[in-house]
C-alpha cells in the first residue's frame, strides 16, 4: 500500500475495505490491553522460589540481625550481586527499598531543594526555575518528576545509538540553568535502543561544558533485560566519568521490578563515594533502613552474576515471542509502506512506533473504539505534547500470545484506515 502513487479511486477502495474490516472489530466486543509495562503473571512465577528460600536462615556476610532497623545503605552481599549492574564498585551502590522510581525522584528533590553535601549547593537559578533535557520519546514518569518538583523540560531528539548528543551539548553550553538530563541507556523506554559507547563518553563528559552542578540521572532500568545474548552491551559511564574526571555529576539507578516481583523487588542507585554519602544523610530523614530480609532473599534467590543472567534468559524465553508477534504483524502488515515506522529491540519492555505525522491520537482513539487499549499518545513527550503526534508505544509483556495477536490485527487496520482517510482528507 503506498499512497502516494495512489489514485483517488484506489484510496477509496482501500478505505472501504479498511471501515469494512474496522466495523468487524468493533463488532467482535474485544477487550485487550497494549498498554502496561509489567512482568506478566507467567514472568512473576519465575521468581517464586524467593517466598521460600530464607527458610528461617537470615545468616549473612555481617552478621547482622536483618529482622532489626539499620543498614541504610543495604547489605553487603547485595552490593556485591547488584554493583556489576550498574557498573560501579561495591562501596559506589546503596540498595535501598523496592523502587528505584523513590530512589531517582529524592536524588532530584535533595539536588534541587538541599544540595549534595559538598559537592554542590541546592540548583539555582536566579529565581527562575531550573531545567532538565528530556531525550524523547522518553518514560513519561520522568517527566512527572520534573513537572512535580517545578523543573522545566526541555525534549531532545533521541537517535539510533542514544540522545542527539551536539544538541545536548550546545544546549548545556548555551544555558546554565539546565541542571540535568534523563536517560534510560539499555533498551530505552521506548524505543529500546541501546547508547553507544561514543554517546556514554560524550554523556560522561557533559559536566565539564555545563553549568554548575549538573547531573545525569542514569535510570538503567533495563539493565540486564536482553532478549537474546547478543544483544548489544552497555558501556560503563561511571568507569567513562571517572576517566573524565566528573564522577560526582552521574547518578545511576536500577532495580528489581522487572527481575523479580515489580513493587516488591529491590532498587538501587550508584554515586562516587562523596555523593553517596551526602544522599544517605538526605535519605536517612525519610527512613531508618530498608527492608535487608529482602534484600537476602534477592542473594538467595540469583546467587551471583551467572545466576542473574540464567534468571534473565527465562524472562527472555517468555518476553520474545511476544515481541516477534508485533514486529511481524508490523512487517507483514505495514512492510515499508511508509505508514509507520518502527524500532526492533533487543530487549527491554516496548516497541516504538511513528505514525504519518498527526495520527497517534487518532490511531490511540480507533483501537481503543475497537476494543484495544493503548498508551495514551503523547506520554512518551514532557507534559505530554508529542508535537507531531506521532509516537506510539507498544507494551506487549503482559497480554498472552493470541491476545496480542489479535490486538496487532487491530491496531495494524487502524494505522492504515487512519493514513488512507487523512490522505483522502
Ligand atoms: N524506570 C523506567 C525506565 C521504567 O520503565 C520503570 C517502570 O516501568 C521504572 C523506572 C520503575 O522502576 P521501579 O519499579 O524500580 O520504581
Redesign the pocket.
Known amino acids: 500500500m503506498q499512497l502516494d502513487q495512489a489514485s483517488t479511486e484506489q484510496l477509496r477502495e482501500w478505505e472501504s475495505a479498511l471501515s469494512a474490516e474496522y466495523e468487524q472489530y468493533q463488532a467482535a466486543d474485544l477487550s485487550l490491553d497494549l498498554t502496561r509495562?509489567?512482568p506478566s503473571g507467567e514472568q512473576l512465577s519465575l521468581s517464586d522460589s524467593i517466598l521460600d528460600v530464607l527458610g528461617n536462615d537470615l545468616g549473612n556476610d555481617g552478621n547482622i540481625d536483618l529482622r532489626n532497623y539499620g543498614g541504610l545503605d543495604g547489605i553487603s552481599e547485595c552490593k556485591r550481586l547488584f554493583a556489576p549492574v550498574l557498573g560501579v564498585a561495591e562501596d559506589e551502590i546503596l540498595i535501598g527499598g523496592?523502587?528505584?522510581?523513590?530512589?531517582?525522584y529524592f536524588a532530584v528533590l535533595f539536588a534541587s531543594q538541599m544540595g549534595f553535601g559538598d559537592l554542590g549547593p541546592a540548583w539555582k537559578s536566579g529565581g527562575k526555575p531550573v531545567k532538565f533535557l528530556c531525550p524523547v520519546p522518553g518514560?513519561d514518569?520522568?517527566f512527572a518528576v520534573c513537572e512535580h518538583l517545578g523543573i522545566d523540560m526541555i525534549p531532545v531528539a533521541m537517535n539510533d545509538d542514544g540522545p542527539d548528543m551536539d544538541q545536548v551539548e550546545a544546549l548545556v553550553k548555551a544555558d546554565t540553568s539546565i541542571k540535568g538530563i534523563w536517560c534510560?541507556p539499555r533498551f530505552?523506554?521506548p524505543t529500546g535502543i541501546v547508547y553507544s559507547d561514543a554517546v556514554v563518553e560524550r554523556i560522561a563528559k557533559l559536566a565539564t561544558v555545563a553549568g554548575n552542578n549538573f547531573r545525569v540521572f542514569w535510570?538503567n532500568?533495563?539493565a540486564v533485560h536482553s532478549l537474546s545474548d547478543s544483544a548489544p552491551q552497555l558501556a560503563s559511564l561511571m568507569a567513562a566519568a571517572k576517566q573524565a574526571g566528573t564522577a560526582d555529576s552521574v547518578y545511576l539507578?536500577?532495580?528489581?521490578?522487572?527481575i523479580t516481583y515489580?513493587?516488591a523487588?529491590v532498587?538501587f542507585v550508584g554515586m562516587s563515594a562523596a555523593n553517596l554519602k551526602a544522599f544517605s544523610k538526605h535519605l536517612g530523614m525519610t527512613q531508618i533502613g530498608p527492608d535487608k530480609i529482602n534484600q537476602l532473599r534477592h542473594v538467595r534467590l540469583l546467587k551471583d552474576s551467572d545466576g542473574l543472567t540464567k534468571h534473565m534468559r527465562q524472562h527472555a524465553d517468555v518476553l520474545k515471542p511476544r515481541f516477534d508477534i508485533v514486529l511481524k504483524h508490523l512487517k507483514d502488515g505495514i512492510g515499508d509502506s511508509g505508514l509507520l515506522s518502527w524500532t526492533a529491540p533487543e530487549g527491554?519492555?516496548?516497541i516504538s512506533v511513528d505514525t504519518l505525522p498527526g495520527l497517534a491520537k487518532q490511531v490511540v482513539a480507533m483501537a481503543a473504539d475497537a476494543g484495544v487499549k493503548l498508551t495514551p499518545a503523547g506520554a512518551t513527550f514532557p507534559y505530554g505534547k508529542d508535537p507531531e503526534d506521532r509516537n506510539i508505544r507498544i507494551a506487549p509483556s503482559v497480554p498472552s500470545l493470541e491476545e496480542i495477536d489479535r490486538a496487532m490485527q487491530v491496531f495494524v487496520n487502524c494505522v492504515k484506515l487512519a493514513s488512507v482517510r487523512q490522505r483522502l482528507a
Open positions: 509495562g509489567k523496592n523502587s528505584s522510581l523513590t530512589l531517582m518514560y514518569r520522568h534510560v530505552s523506554n535510570d532500568a533495563y539507578f536500577g532495580s528489581t521490578s522487572k515489580a513493587g523487588g532498587a527491554g519492555y516496548f
